[in-house]
């Protein structure tokens, strides 16, 4: 291995840190090729269990569970020897000796590197968004949670009033809480609606019985009098609540590797997408793809075809 990115590795021990939606295609895609194929993949998870199909994981407030949405079972990664490390991410990548160290102190040495690591939710620093009842909805654990903490609350809020932010509103509603939005900017879904496609959003959306709160920003949270926390807004009255569920948009999931491996991930990336493999060519843009949706780097953005998360009214 050297940083150079001329001199490229094309069999021997794969690892793939990351086994999100793109990471398992990238894992399926070489085991369709059978015998053909020169790795040998090492799989690392940080999540409890095999990639499943993230795009659909509001499925799991109507009537689907995680088996549904599992891509692959544990037992297909045998089948294809694929060791998959569930549950044990990856925290430090030794380029000298081209080892990855896991939290639980596995290390294991490649030949190649790729990094599938995707991204995490972004919490605003607010004070007080530390408190157990602030959320985020991303995985299958983080729907859990949601549920849990539901089960005893009566009203819930969502900062932020984007796709997602929408997505987990109806989520809150489904279980029956009193649901409230609330969005910094002055209209619902900024980014890609203008003024009056906003407007008419949140027509529909309060149609639903969810509360809007435009142009609120949250300053903290604290111990609330008659729910079990307070939001205080700047310039607006404060708004009482059982919980809070952040979707305020998505960060790369990239700091820890920061510094580490970049010359080196890069090279395997570029090189894995256009030279050696190229049966792989598009392991991630595929994953969203077979969606019917965009690349996940600028999906916030581009407003491309979402699957609606409301009901038609
Ligand atoms: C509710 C919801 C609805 C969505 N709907 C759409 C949609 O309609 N259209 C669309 O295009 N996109 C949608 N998305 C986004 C889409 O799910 C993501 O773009 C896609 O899942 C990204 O896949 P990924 O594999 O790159 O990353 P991720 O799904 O983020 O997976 C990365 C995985 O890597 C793991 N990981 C990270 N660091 C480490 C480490 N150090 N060691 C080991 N493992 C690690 C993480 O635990 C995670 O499991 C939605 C997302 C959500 C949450």
Redesign the pocket.
């Known amino acids: 291995m050297t940083d150079d990115n001329s001199v490229l590795p094309t069999s021997g021990n794969l690892v793939i ?8 295609h990238l894992v399926k895609t070489l085991v369709e090729q059978g015998d053909a194929s020169p790795w040998t993949i090492h799989v ?4 409890n269990r095999p ?1 499943y199909d ?5 499925a799991l407030f109507d009537d689907q569970t995680p088996e549904d949405l599992c891509l692959s079972p544990e037992q297909w990664y045998r089948d294809n020897r694929v060791t998959l490390h569930l549950n ?4 430090e990548i030794d380029r000298d000796t081209k080892t990855v160290v ?1 939290a639980a102190g596995v290390r294991q040495e490649y030949d190649a590197l790729v990094l ?5 939710p972004f919490v605003p620093p607010i004070p007080g968004h530390e408190h157990e009842n602030c959320l985020v ?3 299958v654990d983080d729907l859990d949670a949601i549920k849990r903490c539901a089960g005893n609350a009566k009203r819930g809020v969502v900062v932020g009033g984007g ?2 932010g929408l ?1 987990a509103a109806n989520a809150l509603r489904l279980l029956g809480l009193e649901t409230h939005v609330v969005e910094f900017a002055p209209q619902l879904m900024p980014v890609q609606l203008d003024e009056t496609g906003g407007a008419l959003l949140r027509k529909e959306v309060e149609a639903l019985g969810v509360h809007i709160h435009t142009g609120m920003k949250t300053e903290r949270i604290d111990a609330g009098e008659q729910h079990t926390l307070r939001m205080d807004f700047e310039g607006h009255e404060p708004l009482e609540t059982d919980m809070i569920v952040f979707s305020a948009g998505i960060r790369p ?1 990239t700091a ?2 920061a510094g580490a491996a970049w010359n080196w991930v890069n090279a395997a990336a570029s090189w894995w997408t256009t030279s050696a493999a190229p049966r792989t060519r598009r392991s ?1 843009r595929s ?2 793809a077979r ?1 019917g ?4 780097s600028g ?1 916030w953005r581009r407003a ?1 075809p ?2 609606a998360p409301w009901p038609r009214c």
């Open positions: 840190i990351g086994n999100g939606m793109v990471g398992h690392f998870a940080g999540e990639a993230r795009v659909h994981l509001s044990d991410e990856v925290v896991t599938a690591t995707g991204s995490y909805y991303r995985t796709l997602l997505e999931q820890w590797a991630s994953a969203n969606s949706t965009t690349g996940s999906w491309t979402w699957r």
